[in-house]
Every structure is written in C-alpha cells, then in structure tokens.
C-alpha cells in the first residue's frame, strides 16, 4: 500500500543574525509514521520542528500539510499539537482540568463541529443550554479516556504537585492528544526523567502511536531513544539533513563519518580498495561485499561495529591485537585492543583479561565502506 505524504518540507530555510540555522531542508514525512530528528545541540532539530509546528515561520521555502500550503498559518489552524519539554501544566488545576483545558476554552462553533458526530448520535433538540451540557460530557469523557490511554486511571482529582515527573508528563501527553491532532510534535519530552522512565517512556510512546494512528514527529539527542521509537530518523548537522533512513540502515549503512560516529560505538579505519572485494587496513586484507562503485586504488574509511568483531583462536585470525582495557557490561564484556598501534573496540560475550592477547577476524558483510570526506 502507497504511502500518503502528510508534511512536505520544501526547501526549508531559517536565518538569524545573518546566519541559517536551517538550510535548504527537504523532507516528506508520511501517515502514522514516527519520524526523529536526531542531533547535537545547534544542528537545527528544534528550530524545524518549531516551523512544522508554525511557532517560527520559514525564511524561504514551503512547508505543505495534508496537501495546503501552511507556511504562513499559525500554530492553532494547523492539525497539530505539541509536547515540549516543560510541559507547562497549570498547577491550580487538576489533572483532568489539565488534560481539558484546551478543548474547554474553544469556541462552541468549533466544538460543535469537533463533536458533530457524537452530538448527532445523542438526537439533541436545538437547546443551547441542552447542547453546551453534552459538549461538556464529551470532553470530561474524552478526558478520562486520555487518562486511560496515558495509564493515568484514578488520578484526576489530583493535584499537579502531587505528580512525579512521569506522571505529569503523561498529563502533557494527554492534553496534547485529546485535541485528536494529525501530527503530535515532541521536543525531548523525556529529557527531564532518569533513565529507567525514560526507557519505560520510550516503547509506551511507540505504543500510543501505533494505537492512535497518529504521526508522531520527535526531536532528541539522544541516539538510544531515536532507534528504539522511529519508522525513520532525520540526523542532522550545521542545519543541513546528513542522513535519513530507517534506524537498522542508519546503523548498518552510514552515509558518512558523522553519521558513524554518532549513531552508536563504532570502529573507524583507513583502508584502501586492494584487489576485486578485498580491501586493507590495519596491516591486513578483508574480503567485503557489495560497494562495486569503489575501484581498486581507492582510498575509503572502513567501519566495523564492535559487536562485528569476532574472538576467534590465534591460528583463525585476521588480526591479532593486545586487551588493554576490559570491562564487564552484563550482557557482553567491553574490550579495548591494541592492533598495529591502533585502538579497536570489541563486544564480546567471552571476558578476557587485560594484558591477554586475543583474535580477531570479521565476516566480510559486517564491513561498510564509505568513501573519504575532508570535513568528516
């Protein structure tokens, strides 16, 4: 089934002080996808998100939603609702006011068409007082239905102070929600909470969004979150996109050093191209597959994962290296090892000691190639 193109970012450009922030993005964002844009503090995640959001309004380009041009439309006119990372919850107000807030301060045209169905179903007479009354019922039954969705059953008679930080979180999330929006924005709602939540937040965002049907747009720096949530990841630098794909071809596939570097550990080498599939680096030849645009002479960067690296006898080995460091991570042993004067990371399920000389060897489809940049 043909995917359908919900946000059209079409040479996207923001500039402050003279200088852009966001350069000449191009990017199609699909249906209940859960898209993030991933990067380092200043790279431009924020400030895109911030005109998808219609907070700030581009420099040059368009920006298409749901096929209407909303570069110049305000945050309220477009199918959107956003999480940031202060929720701003009002601490006067419960949580059910919280998460209702929004829908109870719309105008009563709005809500009636917000609600035409469900008010058609109810055979209301054309009572004003009638209608407001059933209108009022809805939202406090969405908003109890947003409770249960965020697992917040029992707590609307709370107070916000008397939230943790996950739960007032949820409250952010359920307010966000309850307006039914296209597309849910979040810049790095998670920031706030320690890493057990953070975790237990990052597959229970993954669940929501499957369940609503929403397209979820995330913002964050944090590689762990981008791969366990996303259909696809935006990485970006200096205002420009480096690399979009899904998290399995970010990781396995990367565009460029950056990119490598950033997503996850990783070992990088310098090789050149020495026979037909063979490459050498670290003093050795390695058989690889696939990369026929690289011709023999070429030089390229070799990257291998630390998990790629298999402990092998000495007799088996491509290489031989020295354990210089070694540490138990619980599910592998982390080692560092000297080969020819380079350092190597290596994830082993084996612990072998500092000072132990080990093997080491590579299957030929856990290399990747990429060709050599000057700014990389």
């Known amino acids: 089934?043909?995917?359908?193109?919900?946000?059209?970012?079409?040479?996207?450009?923001?500039?402050?002080?003279?200088?852009a922030v966001v350069k000449h993005i191009n990017l199609t964002i699909y249906e209940n996808e859960f898209v993030t844009l991933l990067g380092p503090s200043g790279c431009g995640k924020t400030t895109t998100l911030r005109m998808i959001g219609g907070f700030i309004n581009p420099d040059e380009g368009m920006m298409i939603i749901d096929g209407k041009d909303f570069s110049d439309m305000p945050p309220y006119a477009r199918p959107i609702n956003?999480?940031?990372?202060?929720?701003?919850?009002?601490?006067?107000?419960?949580?059910?006011?919280?998460?209702?807030?929004?829908?109870?301060?719309?105008?009563?045209?709005?809500?009636?068409t917000f609600y035409e169905k469900q008010l058609s179903e109810l055979n209301l007479t054309q009572n004003k007082s009638e209608i407001k009354k059933a209108i009022k019922q809805l939202i406090n039954d969405?908003?109890?239905?947003m409770l249960k969705l965020v697992k917040l059953e029992g707590y609307a008679s709370r107070k916000i102070d008397q939230l943790s930080g996950g739960q007032q979180q949820r409250v952010a999330l359920a307010r966000a929600l309850i307006n039914k929006p296209k597309i849910l924005l979040l810049d790095e709602p998670l920031a706030a909470l320690d890493l057990k939540l953070r975790q237990n937040m990052q597959y229970e965002l993954k669940e929501m969004q499957h369940k609503l049907g929403i397209t979820f747009i995330f913002v964050t720096h944090d590689q762990e979150?981008?791969?366990?949530?996303?259909?696809?990841?935006?990485?970006?630098?200096?205002?420009?996109?480096?690399?979009?794909?899904?998290?399995?071809?970010?990781?396995?596939?990367?565009i460029n050093q950056y990119v490598a570097n950033f997503i996850g550990e990783t070992n990088i080498f310098e090789g050149t191209i020495t026979n037909d599939h063979e490459v050498t680096f670290l003093d050795s030849k390695f058989k690889y597959v696939?990369?026929?645009?690289?011709a023999v002479g070429?030089?390229?960067?070799?990257?291998?994962?630390?998990?790629?690296?298999?402990?092998?006898?000495?007799?088996k080995a491509a290489i031989k290296g020295l354990v210089t460091f070694s540490l138990f991570k619980g599910v592998h042993n982390e080692m560092e090892v000297d080969a020819f004067g380079h350092q190597i990371t290596v994830n082993d399920y084996e612990y072998f000691n500092v000072g132990e000389t080990i093997g080491l060897k590579v299957d030929p489809?856990?290399?990747h190639l990429m060709k050599v940049e000057d700014h990389a």
């Open 225 to 254: 979150e981008a791969m366990t949530m996303s259909d696809r990841i935006v990485v970006m630098r200096n205002g420009v996109i480096e690399q979009l794909g899904t998290p399995k071809a970010i990781y396995n596939e990367p």
């Open 82 to 112: 956003t999480v940031f990372q202060k929720y701003a919850l009002f601490p006067h107000l419960n949580v059910i006011d919280n998460v209702a807030f929004g829908l109870h301060h719309r105008p009563m045209s709005y809500l009636m």
């Open 290 to 294: 696939g990369y026929d645009q690289f």
């Open 1 to 19: 089934m043909e995917k359908k193109p919900l946000i059209e970012l079409i040479n996207i450009s923001k500039i402050y002080d003279d200088e």
């Open 365 to 367: 489809y856990e290399i």
């Open 298 to 315: 070429d030089k390229v960067n070799v990257v291998i994962r630390p998990e790629d690296w298999d402990v092998v006898s000495e007799d």
């Open 142 to 145: 969405d908003a109890l239905a």
